[in-house]
């Protein structure tokens, strides 16, 4: 038996490929950047620059829509992305036993399912919390600061100078171009390799009774 289920709204699909486009395009301009001599994707170093800084704003600005829809149009950006004390004690073991055993042998069903209030498991959400509500803010912010080094000066010497936030926004990025990967391939752990591809595309998910 088979069940749709409206799961991912117009607004969030929106943000979702707008900010993929944007951190993948960082990932690449921003290896150019760090390492010329190695990297040459868009010709000049100038030309990588200019197209970091578009990405980057971009990647703002859809953050910030992120965090307008689900904090104030649809106010649940706690109960979705926040991790329970149920989640912590409980859940993410299970997930995890599930993602690295019963996934492959097909003895069991995946422990979580999903549904417009629930639509993360409890390994996504650590991950996500982690990841929206701590690594990209602080990208978003060392980015605007080397975006602006002259009327930023003070907080520079804040941060302990443009070595210390230049580094920080490095790790920062090495740690989001890693998880670009991980995303992908989890994504594939649905009933089918792209079922859950299509509710980014659709906004709908097709359920199955096991």
């Known amino acids: ?6 799961l991912t709204p117009t607004p969030v699909r929106i943000w979702h490929w707008l900010n993929a486009l944007g951190i993948v395009t960082l990932c690449v301009t921003g290896a150019q950047i760090r390492f ?6 868009f010709g000049t170093y100038k030309a990588a620059i200019r197209l970091h800084h578009t ?16 904090g104030v149009v ?15 004690k409980v859940g993410a073991i299970r997930q995890a036993i599930f993602y690295f055993f019963y996934y492959f042998t097909g003895t069991k069903e995946n422990p979580h399912q999903e549904s417009p209030t629930n639509k993360f498991n409890p390994m996504q959400k650590g991950a996500y919390v982690v990841i929206m ?3 990209v803010p602080l990208i978003i912010v060392t980015g605007l600061v080397l975006l602006n080094l002259e009327p930023l000066r ?8 443009v070595r210390v936030v230049a580094g920080i926004h490095f790790l920062v990025a090495c740690a989001l171009c890693a998880f670009l990967p991980t995303h992908f391939y ?11 591809f299509k ?3 659709t906004g709908w998910e097709d359920h199955h009774d096991h």
């Open 1 to 6: 038996m088979q069940e749709r289920i409206y």
């Open 36 to 41: 010329p001599e190695y990297v040459n994707f």
């Open 55 to 70: 990405a980057g704003i971009v990647v703002a600005l859809s953050f910030i829509l992120w965090l307008f829809y689900y």
């Open 74 to 88: 649809a106010k649940m950006l706690v109960k979705l992305y926040v991790p329970t004390g149920e989640d912590l």
């Open 133 to 135: 509500m701590v690594l």
């Open 154 to 161: 003070e907080l520079l010497h804040v941060f302990g100078g």
């Open 186 to 196: 989890l994504a594939t752990l649905g009933h089918t390799p792209f079922a859950h």
């Open 199 to 201: 509710p980014m595309w």
